[in-house]
Structure formats: structure tokens, C-alpha cells
């Protein structure tokens, strides 16, 4: 059933949480962190963010990513997040 010249040929439900990024990988050296990682194919993804520990690296980097000037002995915990346009 329909209305005269309109029809629905497909219906996406995408009220589930966003997936993670996938294919997250990472290593360092004495002064720098390397890290990939794929936002994967949901189109409710708009943007990714990079955490290290509670500093934002930046949103929508490249990937991969380099990052530079670490000292030999610190931690750090690496975050990659996907958000909606919702945030």
C-alpha cells in the first residue's frame, strides 16, 4: 500500500549505537606513538576523535597517525571514538 507515485524501496533502522572504529592498531618508539585505525562504513558516522589519555589529539585525522615529541617512561592510553551528528 502506498500513496499514487510514491514507494518505499528501502528502510534503514539505524537507532543502535554507533560501532567502534575498526582495524585499530598502534605501536610506538622511544619518542613517537604510530596508530591506524578505519571509522568503518555506518553513514551515521561524522566524526572520529583521537584521545591520548584526556587530551584530544583532534577530530577526522588522518589515519595513520603520528604522534610525535612523547618521552621515554610516560603512559599513554590511546582512544579512537566514532559520534553521530548528535554528538
Known amino acids: 500500500m502506498g500513496i499514487d507515485g510514491v514507494y518505499i524501496?528501502?528502510?534503514n533502522f539505524l537507532d543502535s549505537p554507533l560501532p567502534a572504529?575498526?582495524?585499530?592498531?598502534g605501536f610506538v618508539d622511544n619518542t613517537a606513538l604510530y596508530l591506524s585505525w578505519s571509522?568503518?562504513?555506518?553513514?551515521r558516522v561524522v566524526?572520529?576523535?583521537?584521545w591520548?589519555?584526556?587530551t584530544l589529539l583532534g577530530t577526522n585525522l588522518s589515519s595513520?597517525?603520528?604522534v610525535n615529541n612523547l618521552g621515554n617512561g610516560s603512559s599513554h592510553s590511546?582512544?579512537?571514538k566514532n559520534f553521530d551528528a548528535n554528538g
Open 39 to 43: 571509522a568503518g562504513n555506518d553513514p
Open 21 to 25: 572504529p575498526t582495524e585499530v592498531r
Open 9 to 11: 524501496t528501502d528502510l
Open 78 to 80: 590511546v582512544v579512537v
Open 64 to 66: 595513520p597517525l603520528q
Open 47 to 50: 566524526n572520529t576523535e583521537v
Open 52 to 54: 591520548d589519555n584526556t
